[in-house]
């Protein structure tokens, strides 16, 4: 790789995204190895590449935004270019940064063919997890000035988990739980067979013995699909209570009963939340919400790779 200052290095910044993501090096590098593999069967050759361009002839490359948005994925891309013997990769754009149309996040300097042959591997990850980003930041700027933070779901692609909850990190959003082992969420599919009168009693029960078999758990939450739930476990010990598909007025009233009898405990609204409609959720005074279209439905953003002709 070139020389570049250290808060520029590659390596340097991946090994820091690693961390913020919660990933080991085994699964992007994998990642992309999988990838490049799928990519060049059957015969293991960019055959275009191979046929049309000298090995020795070497070029530049400039991957830049072709529209606003956010940037999530280039820390993570260093393995990937590393994984060639003849390209060099630089970042000139971070993680999290809010990016113009036109402008320059990466270059790649080396053998073209090597160049030809990430390109759509390296398009593929840096705009879709820029998507999650940028769709992610639109959600958090339309709360501003309130006190609710957007969180994501685990309505995520598979293989892609991790990776999308960092990029809606990067977008300012709040990550919820990793997986079914960090957090106890009590569902209405774990609910459909509590008589409510025995709703209180159970919930209490299951959220001591997670805490006492499992004391980092992150947190305790429950969803419920009306007042009614709410009143009868408010003031359970658990720490977030999941209002779901409730009206505005019943998002309204929540608040007040939560205020009234249990001031410590969070209220997460979700729900087929949309960016029309986030902003008079989180007026009812609600202090999280979650929106699956984080990860699920987010559009990629468009990033271009073009060879540079003058080189």
């Given amino acids: 790789m070139s020389k570049t200052t250290p808060e520029r290095d590659p390596k340097q910044r991946y090994r820091a995204a690693l961390g913020r993501a919660g990933l080991e090096d085994t699964d992007v590098a994998g990642l992309f190895n999988h990838d490049l593999t799928a990519d060049l069967l059957p015969s293991d050759k960019d055959v275009t590449s191979w046929a049309f361009v000298d090995k020795k002839t070497t070029a530049t490359a400039v991957m830049r935004a072709r529209q606003p948005g956010t940037l999530a994925g280039l820390d993570l891309l260093y ?18 940064e809010r990016l113009d ?35 992610t930041a639109a959600y958090v700027d339309a709360l501003r000035g309130t006190k609710a933070k957007v969180c994501d779901t685990r309505k995520t692609l598979p293989g892609l988990k991790r990776l999308q909850k960092y990029a809606v990190d990067c977008g300012g959003g709040t990550p919820h739980r990793q997986s079914l082992g960090d957090a106890m969420l009590v569902k209405d599919n774990h609910l459909a067979h509590v008589p409510p009168g025995e709703l209180a009693g159970a919930i209490t029960e299951a959220a001591e013995r997670a805490r006492k078999k499992f004391p980092e758990l992150k947190f305790v939450m429950v969803e419920v699909d009306t007042l009614e739930q709410l009143h009868l476990i408010r003031r359970c010990p658990i720490d977030i209570v999941l209002l779901d598909n409730m009206t505005s007025d019943e998002l309204r009233e929540a608040v007040r009963l939560r205020d009234a009898d249990a001031p410590g405990l969070q209220l997460e609204a979700s729900g087929g939340v949309t960016l029309d409609t986030i902003r008079g959720i989180a007026e009812t005074g609600v202090d999280r919400i979650s929106v699956g279209a984080l990860t699920h439905s987010a559009p990629s953003l468009d990033l271009g790779f073009d060879i540079d002709a003058g080189h």
Avoid at 81 to 93: I, V
């Fill in 79 to 96: 393995p990937l270019p590393a994984s060639f013997r003849h390209a060099d990769f630089t970042s000139h754009a971070d993680d999290g």
């Fill in 101 to 135: 149309a036109g402008q320059v996040v990466a270059t790649f300097t080396g053998r073209l063919r090597d160049i030809l042959t990430l390109e759509r591997t390296a398009l593929n990850f840096v705009n879709h997890l820029s998507g999650v980003a940028t769709l």
